[in-house]
């Protein structure tokens, strides 16, 4: 039942917010249409999109943020405020498209509120058709892959994580603690799995050589 | 990330020195630019980044005749919201002498091995002319595309030790779920009120608690109860006294001996992380900037407090009377001179301590399971540690728990498993402590509430 409630809400918070008869929200204020198609994404230019939510608030079924580091509606949950929540910063930052099961990739400015049509259960659950896919193992995660459980998702900020074994994980992680980089566990918590956008650009392109992930200088 | 005005963060606790070069050269000592760096520092031209930060995976405990590698990413962004080219060399050995330089890709790394620089040891892995031991230094430092560079650490060198000898211990397999239970210390529901924690939760979020606690030497529980605003002392299961602070949902906490809390949190006007000392009578005192990087620990040592700082990973002393500018120190100080070196591979788990740039005491703990964290590592004071690995399992039985591991001087081990299970997640380095009594303490939660756990590790500290 959950599940289902928090798929309708998504879905409902997809379609671009329509200002209110009641007192205007944040969202009112400051958020626009804006979006088109592109060609490609790499892993460090989807990391660069979601640069821009660092600092900028949560809101549950929200998607749309400005730039200024800072949480314009702190402690003002489900008021359309400022910030994604978790599967809808995924979803802008991965370049998803607005319906289920369409490939390809869609840049949506960062004060477009939208939030997109999956949920954490969905990014976690898979399905073929969908524009991502669940990783076999999460020891192979790469930066920008996410990390999914039911009711949460992030993002691997960078394979490089702290000696302790631990990640960091970009997301929208809660109401009073908005966006941002936090060391996090989800690698090793068996609630989490592995999950990888689908058709990633090498972020070599167009300059690969080859196969080899791996660059080594030595000294 | 676009508007915050940030020039030249000082730090009085001689934590970490955050400042900004413009143009080329080997730049000043940064660990990140951000957008109001750039604007102060007067850079133009669409490629200088905004966001310029460097994160690294130093292996940090190698045996001898191991490689020495040491990866780099660097997160570099521009104002308007686009990737940029960094560039990112290495200095290292002696002197930080040597150096290379390559541009940023995916699965950088930079091999250190030939400058292992210390005595011939007898490690596992000797070729013919024999391993050497010791320790190599190394600072990293990126350039963005206008020229602006940031290094890592800002003051001195990271560290990666070479131990001439490693003892290899293969730790028990705890079957999952074989849980040992422990005896509740602390249990508060959720809620708001002095008897009550905190919580956080949501659809579509992580749900969020108290991220910290500690014990001290009277067995009182030190509770971070973040999203209540205070830092609550119980005795007994009951409230001896609670001190309001402004902490972020992801804060750490240390106890000292005297009494004294240290509390490492997030500023949430600025961003920025501070460390705020909480004397024993419960009055908060002075604070300390700690950058502005991602969380870390603090820990109190004798008199003092030493901060990890994030992504440097190393630990810098805090505190009144600590000199500027301090060295990092990839290993965790423990008062005597010494620090602990404990790093996490995929199955592994190395210990050791430095003294100096040797490594005594070294030990590889090797795993049945994969590793996701280690939760907490001490050292037993007689050669051996107490150390609480994260252990898990993927697929269709996917599970995990933390498995609590005891290995003496001589490699004998004792092990058993807690949940890892958590209604609310607490900071990874929030979870556990070691209590002055010996025993280890666990915080766990339900949706019923908060609990702080004792397990009984038949010892005394």
């Given at each position: 039942m959950k599940r289902l409630l928090v798929a309708m809400a998504l879905s409902a918070a997809a379609v671009v917010a329509v200002p209110g008869t009641a007192l205007a929200s944040w969202v009112d204020d400051k958020c626009f249409v804006d979006a088109h198609s592109v060609d490609m994404l790499e892993r460090s230019q989807a990391r660069a999109y979601a640069e821009?939510?660092?600092?900028e608030g949560y809101e549950y079924a929200g998607g749309c943020w400005d730039n200024d580091d800072r949480d314009d509606t702190p402690g003002q949950p489900d008021s359309e405020g400022e910030g994604p929540d978790c599967s809808g910063f995924v979803f802008k930052t991965w370049h998803l498209r607005g319906i289920i099961g369409n490939d390809g990739f869609r840049w949506y400015n960062r004060l477009q509120d939208v939030h997109g049509p999956y949920s954490s259960y969905t990014f976690h659950d898979g399905d073929p058709d969908y524009p991502f896919r669940t990783l076999a193992s999460k020891s192979n995660a790469l930066y920008m892959d996410a990390f999914a459980k039911h009711g949460h998702i992030g993002m691997l900020y960078t394979g490089n994580g702290p000696s302790d074994g631990t990640d960091y994980i970009l997301e929208a992680w809660c109401d009073a603690c908005g966006t941002g980089v936090n060391v996090q566990t989800y690698r090793g918590n068996a609630d989490y799995v592995g999950v990888r956008r689908r058709d990633w650009t090498p972020d070599c392109y167009p300059q690969c050589q080859g196969p080899a992930e791996v660059t080594l200088i030595r000294l | 990330m676009g508007g915050r005005r940030r020039a030249v963060v000082g730090m009085a606790g001689a934590l970490l020195v955050v400042a900004v070069a413009a143009g080329s050269g080997p730049g000043l000592a940064a660990a990140r630019v951000r957008a109001g760096a750039r604007a102060a520092a007067g850079v133009r031209g669409a490629l200088a980044a905004t966001t310029l930060q460097i994160f690294h995976g130093s292996p940090l405990l190698v045996r001898a005749g191991e490689p020495v590698i040491v990866p780099v990413d660097v997160v570099c962004v521009t104002a308007s919201g686009m990737a940029c080219p960094a560039t990112v060399s290495i200095r290292a050995g002696a002197g930080l002498a040597r150096r290379a330089e390559g541009p940023i890709r995916q699965g950088l790394r930079f091999d250190l091995t030939g400058l292992v620089a210390g005595k011939p040891g007898a490690g596992e892995g000797a070729g013919p002319a024999g391993p050497v031991a010791g320790s190599v230094p190394f600072a990293i430092a990126a350039r963005d595309p206008a020229g602006r560079t940031v290094t890592l650490p800002a003051v001195g060198a990271l560290r990666v030790y070479v131990a001439a000898a490693m003892r290899a211990v293969a730790v028990p397999a705890v079957p999952f779920g074989r849980l040992r239970d422990g005896t509740t210390v602390l249990a508060l529901p959720w809620g708001r009120g002095a008897a009550a924690a905190g919580l956080d939760r949501g659809p579509e979020q992580a749900t969020v608690g108290p991220p910290a606690f500690d014990v001290d030497a009277d067995g009182r529980v030190y509770l971070l109860d973040a999203l209540q605003g205070r830092l609550a002392v119980f005795g007994g299961g009951r409230l001896v006294r609670q001190t309001a602070l402004d902490v972020a949902p992801r804060s750490d906490l240390s106890v000292a001996p005297d009494g004294t809390a240290w509390v490492l949190t997030r500023a949430v006007a600025s961003g920025l992380v501070r460390l705020v000392r909480v004397d024993p009578a419960g009055r908060p005192g002075e604070e300390v900037a700690a950058g502005d990087g991602p969380l870390g620990q603090v820990r109190a040592v004798g008199g003092r407090a030493y901060a990890r700082l994030l992504p440097m990973d190393a630990w810098v002393a805090a505190g009144p009377g600590v000199a500027a500018a301090a060295e990092p120190s990839v290993g965790r100080p423990l008062g005597d001179g010494t620090a602990l070196l404990r790093v996490a591979g995929e199955r592994t788990v190395r210990l050791g301590i430095a003294r100096g740039e040797r490594v005594e005491d070294a030990v590889e703990l090797r795993f049945a399971s994969p590793v996701g964290e280690v939760a907490l590592a001490e050292p037993d004071g007689r050669g051996g540690y107490v150390m609480v690995a994260r252990v898990y399992r993927e697929g269709a039985n996917a599970a995990d728990q933390f498995q609590v591991v005891l290995v003496s001087a001589s490699g004998a081990v004792r092990t058993f498993a807690v949940s890892s299970a958590a209604y609310a997640e607490p900071a990874p380095s929030g979870r556990f402590r070691l209590g002055p009594d010996g025993a280890l303490y666990r915080m766990t939660s339900s949706p019923e509430g908060v609990r702080i756990v004792r397990h009984d590790l038949g010892g005394t500290r």
């Amino acid at each position: 039942m959950k599940r289902l409630l928090v798929a309708m809400a998504l879905s409902a918070a997809a379609v671009v917010a329509v200002p209110g008869t009641a007192l205007a929200s944040w969202v009112d204020d400051k958020c626009f249409v804006d979006a088109h198609s592109v060609d490609m994404l790499e892993r460090s230019q989807a990391r660069a999109y979601a640069e821009s939510g660092i600092d900028e608030g949560y809101e549950y079924a929200g998607g749309c943020w400005d730039n200024d580091d800072r949480d314009d509606t702190p402690g003002q949950p489900d008021s359309e405020g400022e910030g994604p929540d978790c599967s809808g910063f995924v979803f802008k930052t991965w370049h998803l498209r607005g319906i289920i099961g369409n490939d390809g990739f869609r840049w949506y400015n960062r004060l477009q509120d939208v939030h997109g049509p999956y949920s954490s259960y969905t990014f976690h659950d898979g399905d073929p058709d969908y524009p991502f896919r669940t990783l076999a193992s999460k020891s192979n995660a790469l930066y920008m892959d996410a990390f999914a459980k039911h009711g949460h998702i992030g993002m691997l900020y960078t394979g490089n994580g702290p000696s302790d074994g631990t990640d960091y994980i970009l997301e929208a992680w809660c109401d009073a603690c908005g966006t941002g980089v936090n060391v996090q566990t989800y690698r090793g918590n068996a609630d989490y799995v592995g999950v990888r956008r689908r058709d990633w650009t090498p972020d070599c392109y167009p300059q690969c050589q080859g196969p080899a992930e791996v660059t080594l200088i030595r000294l | 990330m676009g508007g915050r005005r940030r020039a030249v963060v000082g730090m009085a606790g001689a934590l970490l020195v955050v400042a900004v070069a413009a143009g080329s050269g080997p730049g000043l000592a940064a660990a990140r630019v951000r957008a109001g760096a750039r604007a102060a520092a007067g850079v133009r031209g669409a490629l200088a980044a905004t966001t310029l930060q460097i994160f690294h995976g130093s292996p940090l405990l190698v045996r001898a005749g191991e490689p020495v590698i040491v990866p780099v990413d660097v997160v570099c962004v521009t104002a308007s919201g686009m990737a940029c080219p960094a560039t990112v060399s290495i200095r290292a050995g002696a002197g930080l002498a040597r150096r290379a330089e390559g541009p940023i890709r995916q699965g950088l790394r930079f091999d250190l091995t030939g400058l292992v620089a210390g005595k011939p040891g007898a490690g596992e892995g000797a070729g013919p002319a024999g391993p050497v031991a010791g320790s190599v230094p190394f600072a990293i430092a990126a350039r963005d595309p206008a020229g602006r560079t940031v290094t890592l650490p800002a003051v001195g060198a990271l560290r990666v030790y070479v131990a001439a000898a490693m003892r290899a211990v293969a730790v028990p397999a705890v079957p999952f779920g074989r849980l040992r239970d422990g005896t509740t210390v602390l249990a508060l529901p959720w809620g708001r009120g002095a008897a009550a924690a905190g919580l956080d939760r949501g659809p579509e979020q992580a749900t969020v608690g108290p991220p910290a606690f500690d014990v001290d030497a009277d067995g009182r529980v030190y509770l971070l109860d973040a999203l209540q605003g205070r830092l609550a002392v119980f005795g007994g299961g009951r409230l001896v006294r609670q001190t309001a602070l402004d902490v972020a949902p992801r804060s750490d906490l240390s106890v000292a001996p005297d009494g004294t809390a240290w509390v490492l949190t997030r500023a949430v006007a600025s961003g920025l992380v501070r460390l705020v000392r909480v004397d024993p009578a419960g009055r908060p005192g002075e604070e300390v900037a700690a950058g502005d990087g991602p969380l870390g620990q603090v820990r109190a040592v004798g008199g003092r407090a030493y901060a990890r700082l994030l992504p440097m990973d190393a630990w810098v002393a805090a505190g009144p009377g600590v000199a500027a500018a301090a060295e990092p120190s990839v290993g965790r100080p423990l008062g005597d001179g010494t620090a602990l070196l404990r790093v996490a591979g995929e199955r592994t788990v190395r210990l050791g301590i430095a003294r100096g740039e040797r490594v005594e005491d070294a030990v590889e703990l090797r795993f049945a399971s994969p590793v996701g964290e280690v939760a907490l590592a001490e050292p037993d004071g007689r050669g051996g540690y107490v150390m609480v690995a994260r252990v898990y399992r993927e697929g269709a039985n996917a599970a995990d728990q933390f498995q609590v591991v005891l290995v003496s001087a001589s490699g004998a081990v004792r092990t058993f498993a807690v949940s890892s299970a958590a209604y609310a997640e607490p900071a990874p380095s929030g979870r556990f402590r070691l209590g002055p009594d010996g025993a280890l303490y666990r915080m766990t939660s339900s949706p019923e509430g908060v609990r702080i756990v004792r397990h009984d590790l038949g010892g005394t500290r």
